[in-house]
Every structure is written in C-alpha cells, then in structure tokens.
C-alpha cells in the first residue's frame, strides 16, 4: 500500500502523459474550427456529441489536477510541508481543491 503523497505524486505524473495525449485532440479540433466556416459548424456540432464533451472533460480535469499538484510540489521545493505529516496535508488538499475544480469544470461544460 503506498502513502497518500505517492499516490498524488503518481498521479501528478500521469496526468501530465493524460495531458500530453489530450492537447493533439483539442488541437485537431481547433485546427478544424480554424479552416473554414463548415469546419467551425462540425465542431460545434461534435462538441454536442457526450463522448467528445467527456473527452473535453477529461483532458481539462488532467490539467486542473496536473496544475493544482504542481503548485503543490512547488511549495514543497520552497521547504513547506516535507514532513510525513505535511506531506500528508498537502496530498489531502491537493485533493480537495482538485476533486473541486474538477466537479466545476464538469458543471460548466455539460
């Protein structure tokens, strides 16, 4: 079982390959939108699709995540929280500032 720090930090990492993965499909929709009128009516209408709104999602949860882990490890590269315990503390509101960040984004997208 690993501790609650190497979970985040894990997960801080995977989301930064999420990431990567994710920004050539928001690309290829943007360069779509940009080459013609009809090209910006298809992706407006692929953006009503629950699959491409889901992958949007995603890829934007990816990065909330990716961002609020990396203040985080930061603010530990500056001496804070190197602790077990503030280790700990820090993963648990890496966490919840996440897990709230992330259930934004889902509100204003869908």
Avoid at 25 to 42: D, I, K, T
Avoid at 44 to 71: E, Q
């Amino acid at each position: 079982k690993y501790p609650l720090p190497a979970i985040t930090s894990l997960l801080h990492r995977l989301s930064g390959i999420f990431i990567f993965v994710g920004v050539a499909l928001m690309l290829y929709l943007l360069e779509l939108s940009l080459q013609s009128e009809s090209g910006f009516a298809l992706v407006l209408a692929l953006l009503d699709d629950v699959l491409v709104k889901f992958g949007a999602w995603a890829v934007l949860s990816g990065l909330l995540y990716h961002l609020i882990a990396g203040i985080k490890h930061l603010i530990m590269d500056l001496g804070y929280g190197e602790t077990l315990k503030g280790g700990f503390i820090g993963a648990c509101i890496t966490l919840a500032l996440a897990a709230v960040a992330i259930i934004t984004a889902g509100v204003w997208i869908w």
